[in-house]
């Protein structure tokens, strides 16, 4: 079972060791969110191939970047959204199982990514890689304890996810009904704009706040998040029950998108010319919105009309994986192809560089696929080894406790 499918578990003195390391609950899969979260994934790939050129000037691929940027991650915290259960566990408990899901996968891609950096540095190869400012120490402690992926960069969203999780848990007696809730949303997304000019300037101790956990990132995600869980309650899918439905939901909200994601010209001012919800680059309030919930709308239509075959299935169960993989393309294989870009392909035609980066994508994507078992399997070892020593360490305390 994929790790995405592992649910940890709440741990109590009566529980079984075999219980705690080993127990997994069923999950019934739903189609389109598996459609989604492939399609998702594939644009991931995409738009990570082109960014390098789009924040250098390069006359292709800025309006089609721009254009997946403006929904494609909220769609992402919007899926992550609609699949999350809400159970009643302690806090300690729900911290562990955010911890073995999000932040375990965290570590482990960052510090690998981190071997991989320094075995190019120690042989000596010439390679563009794609780095955060700061030495490799500062980098760890921002790791460990900011939750910075700075090795790998495509892991911010699980660190972002951990913070909206936790805001979710801490929110949830007001978010019971679905008016508290729809409140929550609305508050949030007030919220998250409001703070964005406190956190615009280059002091570093600012700079810290802005990143730490990415908290301030996480006010604006866990609307998209809350608004799954709002749209799973509602049923909100029921209300495309016919092909004709689907068809013009599909073509009034990506209309509503071609329309309005190049109006939010202030989410493209400075290094970042796309809207960039990790970095706070979201520009107007009501642009932001109106396009990111209109593609999220033009996703949902366009999963529900495509079949889930067994491929698909495969990566939309695994994007937590493959978000990891990414990050090595991101930092060590693309650069590469966006200097050479960069250099020699000023005039390649429009339509040739489309076909050549979603290719490009498509490779990776291939690459990957052999690779997913096996990171899955170490990334639930792991998870079940936390487990087990939080487990044991609580039966040490309870006996402790009884000795006393």
């Known amino acids: 079972m994929a790790l995405e499918n592992l649910m940890s578990i709440p741990l109590s003195e009566s529980e079984s060791l075999k219980a705690v390391t080993t127990h997994t609950q069923h999950i019934q899969r739903i189609s389109w ?39 494609t991650i909220p769609f992402f915290f919007f899926l992550s959204g ?3 259960r809400e159970r009643k566990v302690g806090f300690k408990d729900f911290l562990l199982q955010r911890f073995n899901r999000l ?75 679905n008016h508290g809730l729809l409140t929550s ?22 700079k810290a706040v802005k990143y730490a956990w990415y908290i301030p990132t996480a006010l604006t995600a866990i609307v998209f998040f809350q608004i799954g869980i709002l749209s799973r309650r509602i049923s ?21 998108v071609v329309l309005t994601f190049n109006l939010n010209t202030s989410a493209y001012t400075g290094y970042w010319k796309m809207t960039y919800i990790n970095h706070l680059n979201m520009g107007n309030y009501v642009f932001f919105y ?23 299935q495969f990566y939309g169960n695994n994007t937590l994986v493959l978000l990891g993989i990414d990050g090595f393309f991101y930092h060590y294989v693309n650069p590469s192809i966006g200097d050479y870009c960069l250099n020699h392909g000023q005039t390649i035609p429009w339509f040739f560089f489309l076909v050549v980066f979603i290719g490009i994508a498509i490779i990776q ?32 305390n309870s006996c402790l406790a009884s000795i006393k």
């Open 236 to 256: 909100f899918v029921r209300f495309f029950n016919s092909s004709g439905k689907v068809w013009m939901g599909l073509c009034l909200s990506m209309g509503i």
């Open 33 to 71: 969110v598996d459609v989604g979260k492939a399609l998702a994934i594939i644009i991931i790939f995409f738009y990570h191939g082109i960014e390098r050129l789009i924040n250098q000037g390069f006359p292709c691929g800025t309006i089609e970047g721009r254009f997946l940027a403006s929904f």
């Open 103 to 177: 932040l375990v996968p965290l570590f482990f891609f960052n510090l690998l990514s981190l071997l991989i950096l320094l075995a190019i540095r120690a042989w000596g190869i010439y390679l563009p890689v794609m780095e955060l400012p700061g030495s490799i120490s500062m980098k760890l402690a921002g790791l460990f304890l900011l939750g910075l992926p700075a090795f790998n960069g495509p892991t911010w969203f699980l660190t972002c996810l951990f913070s909206v999780q936790v805001l979710c848990f801490l929110v949830v007696r007001c978010t019971q009904s």
């Open 185 to 206: 949303i609305v508050g949030f997304s007030v919220l998250g704009f409001l703070i964005v000019p406190f956190l615009d300037h280059q002091y570093f101790f600012l």
């Open 365 to 396: 994507l291939a690459a990957c696929y052999p690779l997913i078992r096996p990171i899955d399997k170490i990334l639930k070892y792991i998870t079940q080894s936390v487990s087990a020593v939080v487990f044991r360490l609580r039966k040490m």
């Open 290 to 312: 109106v396009t990111a919930l209109s593609g999220i709308l033009g996703m949902i239509c366009l999963t529900l009309l495509i079949r889930l075959g067994k491929v698909m």
């Open 82 to 84: 609609y699949v999350y």
